[in-house]
C-alpha cells in the first residue's frame, strides 16, 4: 500500500513557473512507476509525465506532448519524493494535478495506476 500527497500548486501568471511535489509513503517507493496526470473543468484526466527510476543515476522520464519542453519530472527516492517542475506555464495547464503509483509497465493510462493523491489545483492566469 503506497499513500501518496501532493503540495505546491497555486496561483501564477501566464510565463511563470511552479513546482509541485508529492511524497509517497511506504519502504518500496523506489520501485514505482510515478506519475502525474491532471484534469481541467470539463475534461477528462489526462498524462502529464512519469518517471521510472532504473538504479542508480539511469531513469526514464515520459511527457505528454503539451508539456514537453516546458515540465521537469524528478525524483528522490532517499525522500520518497517525486517532483514537477513546470515552467512557462500557460492559462490552458490550469488544472487539478494529481500524482500516481503504480507497478505495472503501462506509463500513459491513468487505469493502470494504483495509488492516487487527493490533487493540487494550479491555476494559470492570463
Known amino acids: 500500500q503506497v499513500q501518496v500527497v501532493e503540495s505546491g500548486g497555486g496561483l501564477v501568471q501566464a510565463g511563470g513557473s511552479l513546482r509541485l511535489s508529492c511524497a509517497a509513503s511506504?519502504?518500496?517507493?523506489?520501485?514505482?512507476?510515478m506519475g502525474w496526470f491532471r484534469q481541467a473543468p470539463g475534461k477528462e484526466r489526462e498524462f502529464v509525465a512519469a518517471?521510472?527510476?532504473?538504479?542508480?543515476?539511469?531513469?526514464?522520464?515520459y511527457y505528454a506532448d503539451s508539456v514537453k519542453g516546458r515540465f521537469t519530472i524528478s525524483r528522490d527516492n532517499a525522500k520518497n519524493t517525486v517532483y514537477l517542475r513546470m515552467n512557462s506555464l500557460k492559462p490552458e495547464d490550469t488544472a487539478v494535478y494529481y500524482c500516481?503509483?503504480?507497478?505495472?509497465?503501462?506509463?500513459?493510462?491513468?487505469?493502470?495506476?494504483?495509488?492516487w493523491g487527493q490533487g493540487t489545483q494550479v491555476t494559470v492566469s492570463s
Open positions: 500516481a503509483a503504480t507497478n505495472s509497465g503501462s506509463v500513459y493510462y491513468d487505469s493502470e495506476y494504483d495509488y
Open positions: 511506504g519502504q518500496t517507493f523506489n520501485r514505482y512507476l
Open positions: 518517471h521510472r527510476w532504473r538504479g542508480g543515476s539511469s531513469y526514464y522520464a
